[in-house]
């Protein structure tokens, strides 16, 4: 039992590149969610996706685009990756109850840097 | 103004040592978490609570809701308790709002 993996671990983009993070969890869980994390900042959330088949935005989407492809598996695109973009990515999933009441299993993260 | 703020930032303590992290909040909330965060970056959801107080081994979680405050205690600390441990609310219907963490570092 895995719980959340997230692949890379890490990636180094120039100014205007594209890629995709990827997540998957092996919980059989309905919420999806990813973040950033910033120093100073805290956690924000970038999108998340309550069941299979829907998205919606969190507090910081712009520059980001997310496909729930089925119920394991949670993407996060970055289409013309910008400096600002530099951070490191957590994605995590939750359970049935109400997405938000619900504890929340973390993957490991992605640190991304943008030159 | 963030919703949620913790104290103190960072915190230094002798192995042994009663330690504990607050967290004050500005919102009516559902629930909230305590996280820790290890060296090496992952997360870990320690405790999610709505009312009282919840004990895990040598952590201890409480809230007060009238006064909109939620402590962490850690009893008997050990170096392995150094991490970075977060405080998150959540509102009925809405998402997750994260402190900044409180840096912890136990020394042997």
């Known amino acids: 039992n895995a719980g959340v993996t997230q692949t890379p671990k890490f990636q180094v983009l120039k100014t205007g590149q594209s890629m995709t993070l990827q997540c998957a969890q092996d919980?059989?869980?309905?919420?999806m969610y990813w973040y950033r994390q910033d120093p100073g900042m805290g956690l924000r959330l970038i999108y998340y996706?309550?069941?299979?088949?829907?998205?919606d935005k969190g507090e910081v989407p712009n520059g980001y685009n997310v496909s729930r492809l089925n119920k394991r598996e949670f993407s996060l695109r970055l289409e013309s990756a910008a400096p600002s973009q530099t951070s490191v990515y957590f994605c995590?999933?939750?359970?049935?109850?109400?997405?938000?009441?619900?504890?929340?299993?973390f993957g490991p993260g992605t640190r991304l840097l943008v030159l | 103004k963030n919703e949620v703020e913790q104290s103190p930032q960072n915190l230094t303590a002798q192995e042994g040592e009663f330690i504990t992290i607050n967290c004050s909040y500005s919102?009516?909330?559902?629930?909230l978490h305590w996280l820790q965060q290890h060296p090496g970056g992952g997360i870990v959801s320690l405790f999610m609570?709505?009312?009282g107080k919840k004990k895990h081994g040598r952590l201890i979680a409480t809230i007060n809701i009238q006064e909109k405050h939620s402590s962490l205690h850690i009893t008997a600390s050990h170096p392995r308790d150094s991490a970075v441990y977060i405080c998150?609310?959540?509102?009925?219907?809405?998402?997750?709002?994260f402190g900044t963490g409180t840096s912890l570092t136990v020394i042997p």
């Open positions: 995590a999933s939750s359970g049935d109850r109400a997405q938000w009441e619900e504890t929340q299993y």
């Open positions: 919980m059989n869980h309905n919420s």
């Open positions: 996706s309550a069941s299979e088949g829907t998205t």
């Open positions: 919102v009516g909330i559902s629930a």
């Open positions: 609570l709505s009312s």
């Open positions: 998150a609310v959540t509102r009925t219907g809405n998402q997750f709002y």
